[in-house]
Nanobody, 115 residues
Framework: QVHVVESGGGLVQAGGSLELSCTAS????????GAWYRQAPGKQRELVAK???????DYGDSVKGRFTISRDNAKNTIYLRMNSLKPEDTAVYYC?????????WGQGTQVTVSS
């Protein structure tokens, strides 16, 4: 059983920064895909960023140049560094650990950006 846990959300002013963390017990991010998604009220869940086992990264258009996904293999943790935050970044952020067949989601962490 894979257990995914996010942390690091909170309230921040526009222009500020936050860093989210995600750990996955029972699955190694170093050989699988780790990803961050977000879902704002009334909107569909969207991809924010992902990192492959080989370290290749990809970002949603709305966060390119502002957000950075990274990974610490020793801690089996992925991070999402969010800079220059905007009110439209307000959402629940979810971590996804994706294996070759199954995927597992965390419970989500709220990020609120005030104007």
């Amino acid at each position: 059983q894979v257990h995914v846990v996010e942390s690091g959300g909170g309230l921040v002013q526009a222009g500020g920064s936050l860093e989210l963390s995600c750990t996955a017990s029972g699955m190694a991010f170093s050989s699988n895909v780790g990803a961050w998604y977000r879902q704002a009220p009334g909107k569909q869940r969207e991809l924010v960023a992902k990192i492959s086992g080989g370290g290749t990264t990809d970002y949603g258009d709305s966060v390119k140049g502002r957000f950075t996904i990274s990974r610490d293999n020793a801690k089996n943790t992925i991070y999402l560094r969010m800079n220059s935050l905007k009110p439209e970044d307000t959402a629940v952020y979810y971590c996804k650990a994706a294996g070759p067949i199954f995927s597992w989601w965390g419970q989500g962490t709220q990020v609120t950006v005030s104007s």
